[in-house]
């Protein structure tokens, strides 16, 4: 169709206003499950100690004589366990120009940044506690240094995992020391037998783990587990129910919750109350020097994990 003649369109003006949206879109998951359920402490050193203990070994055979001769048995001390805090950084640049304009859909530039870069930085410390970085006490030798790093969750775990008892896929090899890596195994299938030896493992050894986090697409193996087909439960006409969120097993129940930020190879029966984050500097912002017309500011968080007792979770390992 013909346009009216000489009608002035908006392809030829210069000066209209541009139409810019006041809200900035932006997906990117910054859950922390992990972070969320474990507990928190105050360190007071980079280096940060605590002490586990267990009972003696039951004695089946504990039957003594009238008028026993006392003889006092040896006690031994409780283990103290330890870690490090690494410092984990995000940071932001923003120019005197650009922080004196008026941007789309913020105030400020500079807090806008902050505020993406302390997401980033918590899905970092997340992804770190999550794996299975392995300590790294750190040198402050001038020309040699070397960053601290933290022992990560997996790492911790890795006793509890051995190719005798299914938890590790075949060659699955715990590491030698707490600075030796884990040599992952083959990989085989989440099954529900797999999850229901692990809770007898868990349970023989006193502990009681109230929380399964996995990656995703182990949450959907979770979801598709046999005793979900007994479920009765009542749905919308138009509903599919295909989830779960709990797994009721002889031992206690488990919470399950997925996580973006871990192995999927891996799976984590926890217990909460038996790990947290030591923090010996908690998140700070902190201006930084520059020579010239912006503004820099580092976001700072030093951290570690405080596993309190390795032996109240389970890992089951090498999942395909």
Known sequence: MAR?????????ATTNREDLSNIIYNIDPADTP???ALG??????????????????????????????????????????HNVCQISTRDATVTGSQEASNPAGKKSEM???????????????????SQTQAYNAGSGVTGSEVA???RALEHWLSNNVSVGNTMGGTGYTAPGSETAAIVDGTQRAFTETLLKAAMVLAYN??????LLV???????????????????QIIGEKEIVATASMYASDFGDLRVVPSRWMRNRSVFLLDPEYAAIAYF???FKKPMPIAGDAEANLLIAEWGVEMRNPNAHQLIADLS
Not at 205 to 210: D, H, I, M, N, Q
Request: proline share 6%; net charge positive.
């Open 281 to 283: 500097r908690p998140f």
């Open 34 to 36: 992990i972070f969320s």
């Open 111 to 129: 807090g806008y940044q902050m505020a993406l870069k302390s997401k980033a930085l918590k899905r970092d410390m997340e992804s770190i506690a």
């Open 40 to 81: 928190r402490r105050d360190a007071k050193n980079r280096f940060f100690e605590w002490s586990t203990d267990t009972l003696p070994a039951v004695n089946i055979g504990n039957a003594q004589v009238e008028g026993l001769i006392f003889a006092g048995a040896v006690s031994a001390p409780p283990a103290r366990l």
């Open 214 to 232: 996995c990656g995703p697409g182990q949450k959907g193996v979770v979801s598709g587990f046999a005793g979900r087909t007994t479920a009765r």
């Open 4 to 12: 009216v003649t000489n009608s002035y369109q908006t392809y030829d």
């Open 148 to 150: 601290r790093t933290t």
């Open 205 to 210: 050894r006193g502990a009681e783990p109230s």
